[in-house]
């Protein structure tokens, strides 16, 4: 790693510092104008990121560097560890006072989307903080689509979901220039945010209700401004379903979305990972469906309306929840827990393992068995009309053996700390898929994870931001080739 490389990523992380400056004058305006002494915590946590960014980003200007996956694992890793430090600050300032700990996990579990909070009271909480909470998750799933769209392909380590529309053909790219993509994400992105806000509106919510959920629906964050998530408008069907259908829109990849809006590319849509996170919501909605009309006193449309809205919500890793579905029997518990593995479209704001590499996995097994069978024969392993590369199956195989490895090893941290089995498995995956709510009774979806010991949301943080960044852009920073 270069002396010019390391001072490159310093000024690019002040330049996205400044971004997070600006973005807590919208806090501090809404706090103004609700009258409360809040908006005076975020207009100095703006001058207090602003003035040391503006300082970093003189003192480190320079021309652009090679771009090389080195630097970019370097750039990854730093901006999201500065992100979430910064966004602790108004929490660690407000009238709430959470101290370190509990700042820098809600900081964290909002920028990875993850949505698992230390914060009780909502509902009387400062307007301020709660639109606070809304830009970090808005601005961490842009974020994320943009990893996995323009970064994690060029690391190798995944992105399955912009192969179909980059190859070496150039004719065959929709957007000749960087510049046209990423004008286009921002304006989907933000167009959809909008548009579901309108929906949420019209549903009945409230138009600062409307514009929080909105943020945190096709973010697939899962932070809400009730105590009871959108159990609160539970009562209300319009609302629950414009949720189920924006968080299965914000699990999509993104790269298709922009073919539909700007290119008309009804054949995008033939991706076959769409077909897989497809299948997913809708076995475990419908069967989950089936068992709550069979078992309790749930009419057809209720049990469907809150079985899909949940697990949409679990498989695109939002967190959300309409209803305590831990209450709802062992079938749909057990159900929950395999919807938490499993993710949405890569390229898209879900975390979890992501369909494709389930796609990839069944391949690779029914190769393998055909080859057992037939072990001179010869076939590839495909991703629709395409062949996979050998790397691109190894780093499936990779993410997924990690997978397993860091939720163990966060597991039994996490039980050293003093929480039960149940707690700490489920708050091992759900941190690392960026879920949200786990099981049981402290840190299920009624519960809350204020009473964790420090050490414990420490350990958690550190597993979203693995479990964000696709795991293997963090390892690599542990080994010493890396640095040599």
């Known amino acids: 790693m270069s002396e010019a490389q390391i001072r490159y990523a310093a000024y690019l992380t002040a330049i996205f510092a400044l971004y997070l400056a600006g973005a807590m004058l919208l806090p501090a305006v809404v706090d ?53 430090l910064i966004g602790a ?39 301020g903080l709660l639109l606070w909470r809304s830009i970090l998750q808005w601005v961490g799933g842009l974020g994320v689509v943009a990893l996995g769209l323009f970064v994690l392909p060029l690391l190798r380590i995944g992105g399955i979901a912009f192969f179909r529309i980059e190859s070496s053909d150039r004719s065959d790219r929709p957007f000749a220039r960087f510049s046209t993509f990423s004008l286009a994400l921002l ?34 964050g899962g932070f809400s401004t009730h105590d009871a998530s959108l159990g609160f408008y539970g009562h209300n069907p319009a609302v629950i379903w414009t949720g189920t259908i924006f968080m299965f829109v914000g699990g999509l990849p993104f790269s298709i979305l922009i073919l539909l809006a700007l290119r008309r590319r009804l054949d995008a849509l033939r991706d076959p990972q769409i077909a897989v996170y497809a299948a997913f919501c809708a076995i475990f909605s419908l069967s989950v469906a089936v068992f709550l009309r069979a078992s309790s006193g749930f009419s057809l449309f209720e049990a469907l309306t809150h079985s899909a809205f949940n697990f949409v919500s679990l498989i695109t890793t939002t967190g959300f929840a309409s209803a305590d579905y831990s209450l709802w029997g062992t079938y ?40 057992l069978i037939y072990p001179s024969s010869v076939a590839s392993i495909r991703y629709g009309d395409r062949n996979i590369a050998p790397d691109m199956q190894d780093a499936a195989v990779l993410f997924i053996s990690a997978f397993v490895v860091i939720w163990a090893l966060a597991l039994i941290l996490l039980a050293a700390t003093g929480l039960d089995f149940m707690t700490a498995a489920t708050s091992a995956l759900t941190a690392l898929t960026n879920v949200g709510p786990g099981l049981g009774e402290i840190v299920g979806p009624a519960g809350n994870f204020a009473s964790l010991p420090d050490t414990a949301k420490w350990i958690l943080d550190a597993v979203m931001i693995l479990g964000r960044l696709e795991i293997l852009a963090v390892l690599v920073l542990l080994s010493p080739a890396f640095w040599n």
């Open 32 to 84: 103004y104008f609700a009258d409360n002494p809040d908006w005076r915590v975020f207009a100095n946590s703006a001058l207090l990121v602003g003035i040391p960014a503006a300082a970093c980003a003189l003192a480190t200007r320079s021309p652009a560097v090679h771009l090389n996956a080195r630097f970019g694992f370097l750039l990854v890793n730093l901006l999201w560890v500065t992100a979430s």
């Open 89 to 127: 600050i108004p929490f660690t300032l407000a009238s709430i006072g959470l101290d370190i700990a509990d700042a820098v996990f809600e900081s964290v579990s909002g920028l990875t989307t993850t949505g698992s909070t230390v914060i009780s009271g909502l509902d009387g909480l400062p307007p």
């Open 187 to 220: 304006a989907i992105y933000s167009g959809l945010t909008l548009v579901c806000a309108m929906f949420y509106a019209a549903a009945g919510m409230t138009g600062f209700d409307a514009i929080n959920h909105a943020m945190t629906t096709l973010s697939t």
């Open 332 to 371: 749909p518990v057990a159900c929950a827990f395999v919807a938490t593995i499993i993710g949405g479209c890569s390229g898209s704001t879900a975390g979890g393992i992501k369909a494709y590499r389930f796609l990839i996995l069944f391949e690779m097994v029914r190769l393998g068995l055909r080859q």
